[in-house]
């Protein structure tokens, strides 16, 4: 009779803790006392899209109090004090167990946000914490169903190709107990509900946000065409056959804009007339976003997935790489001849009030009370249920 008074108070003591960690993670999450990790790629200071996506999004958050932690893997990984050894010996230290970052081509702020190895330093979270991991790593999505993981997950959704490239055959989110989603675009939203429709409850769509330094230009352009390629193949392939076709335009210049610091980039795009984008694997087009803000008229290859901005009216668009030259040379004859249609002014104007820092704040907004809402309601769900249970047996 003792034993059996025994294992009912122990049993009491056990709901009673359950309960109290269950509220304090409530507590938690109502008092904005919870952290949002970002599982991140090392961008080595080459701009990259899809991560200025995430850091914009964690740069946003903490600005708005919340705190953020950059996540990333980098098995031995030098510490300062074995780069300060290599200096002091002139050696040469590997770059593959150097993490650099963003801070060159996003700026310091981005940089200097918290970030951690999670193979060198002791990482955990709490149930009331929320974790982000792009599409692209489902690896990591399985690691922190497998190691039961106890915080909120979310999948970064920015290209929806990239699910079945590093997805393995025949597995899907729902084996790693994954079925929410923030997707840059409704686009990509929509795709990924149609395979998983699980996810379409549980899914938030954030675009991102162009910075205003992104703007027409006070002083005049210059006649010059800014390439904005992945490959530079695409860049020869544009410029020689324009010069070979069209001799009496090799006055012309032609730029490639790979590789440069985000605000430089900006003003380089401001200076030119004409952008012509080939990147027909692009999730979103945020090159050809850009270059639009900044008054550019673009001449654009058609992505996979048509992005939600692009229309018939802002921008010559094409399919194939040989109508490139033909293309660039109306749009030097009408910006010459100071000629461009009303239809294609207006929808270059158009661009300026797309994807605004206001537009993306209140979204934003928006996602921060979803995801907070969502998993208090998983809380409260699961304790009237506990409670419940625990009645009916005390009955």
């Known amino acids: 009779m003792k034993k059996s008074n025994r294992n009912i108070k122990e049993k009491k003591l056990d709901f009673d803790k359950m309960v109290k960690n269950v509220e304090f993670a409530v507590s938690q999450i109502e008092n904005n006392d919870f952290t949002m990790y970002f599982f991140i790629l090392d961008s080595k200071n080459v701009p990259n899209a899809t991560m200025c996506y995430i850091y914009q999004m964690a740069k946003a958050l903490q600005d708005k109090g919340y705190k953020v932690c950059m996540l990333y893997q980098l098995e031995g990984e030098y510490t300062p004090e074995d780069l300060e050894i290599i200096k002091k010996e002139d050696g040469t230290p590997d770059p593959n167990r150097m993490f650099v970052g963003v801070g060159e081509w996003m700026g310091l702020e981005y940089a200097e946000l918290p970030h951690m190895n999670i193979t060198r330093e002791e990482w955990s979270t709490g149930p009331y914490d929320f974790l982000f991991i792009p599409e692209a790593l489902s690896s990591l999505m399985f690691l922190t169903y497998k190691n039961k993981l106890n915080c909120q997950r979310y ?16 597995q899907q989110w729902a084996d790693y107990g994954v079925d929410h989603v923030i997707a840059s675009c409704q686009e990509q939203a929509d795709r990924i509900n149609d395979v998983f429709p699980y996810t379409k409850p549980h899914t938030i769509v954030v675009p991102p946000y162009f910075p205003t330094y992104f703007r ?40 490639d804009l790979r590789g440069y610091p985000r605000k430089e ?29 900044c008054g550019n008229l673009v001449i654009g290859k058609i992505p996979d997935i048509i992005p ?22 109306k749009a030097v004859s009408t910006l010459l001849s100071d000629e461009m249609s009303e239809v294609s002014q207006k929808g270059i104007d158009a661009a300026e009030g797309l994807y605004s820092p206001e537009e993306y704040d209140k979204n934003l907004d928006k996602m921060v009370e979803t995801i907070k809402n969502e998993r208090i309601g998983e809380f409260k769900r699961f304790l009237d249920f506990e409670k419940n249970n625990h009645k009916k047996k005390e009955e």
Do not use: H
């Not at 229309?311 to 109508?323: E, I, P, Q």
């Open 155 to 170: 999948v970064i959704l920015q290209d929806f190709n990239r699910v079945s490239e590093f997805i393995p055959l025949g």
């Open 216 to 255: 027409k230009p006070l002083m005049a352009k210059k006649m010059i065409i800014n390439i904005i390629a992945k490959d530079t193949n695409d860049v020869n392939r544009i410029v020689q056959p324009f010069y070979w076709k069209y001799p009496i335009y090799n006055f012309i210049t032609f730029r």
């Open 265 to 293: 980039y900006a003003e380089l795009l401001q200076e030119g007339q004409i952008v012509v984008w080939c990147d027909d694997k692009t999730p979103f087009g945020c090159s050809a976003v850009e270059a639009l803000k």
């Open 308 to 329: 939600e901005w692009m229309t018939d009216d802002n921008g010559l668009w094409f399919n194939d790489m040989k109508d490139v030259p033909e293309l660039i040379y």
